[in-house]
């Protein structure tokens, strides 16, 4: 089973930036998919963007419009996501999830045992 571990987040301004960290414990050679999930009070998580562990073209949510970006260091064993011209509607807890699959896609990470811990982002105006 995958362990993860968050990192980042916390509080900024609006306009701001933040950088997430999720350090994975070490993969097979498998494939592994990847990604970052959102979640406001009351609701599920969404989720934000997603690749695998090979390096594919990443895939995001369109509503982010450009404004997140994903990417992983498979030396560092560390997923990455930088949140960039924050609002305080980004306010939220961020998740990252990983799952030994070759079809990577948000249906699938939801299904995963493997979350991270979660951390708070707070965008104040």
């Known amino acids: 089973q995958v362990r993860l571990v968050q990192s980042g987040g916390g509080s900024v301004q609006s306009g701001g930036s933040l950088r997430l960290s999720c350090a994975h414990s070490?993969?097979?050679?498998?494939?592994?998919?990847l990604g970052w999930f959102r979640q406001f009070p009351g609701t599920e998580p969404e989720g934000l963007a997603l690749?695998?562990?090979?390096?594919?073209?990443?895939s995001y949510v369109a509503s982010l419009n450009g404004r997140f970006t994903i990417s992983h260091d498979n030396a560092l064993e560390t997923l990455y996501l930088d949140l960039n011209t924050l609002t305080p509607e980004d306010t939220a807890m961020y998740y990252c999830?990983?799952?030994?699959?070759?079809?990577?896609?948000?249906?699938?990470?939801?299904?995963?045992?493997?979350w991270g811990q979660g951390t708070q982002v707070t965008v104040s105006s």
């Open positions: 070490t993969f097979t050679n498998d494939v592994y998919c």
């Open positions: 690749m695998d562990n090979r390096g594919s073209n990443p």
């Open positions: 999830a990983v799952k030994r699959t070759g079809g990577c896609s948000f249906a699938e990470l939801r299904s995963s045992r493997a």
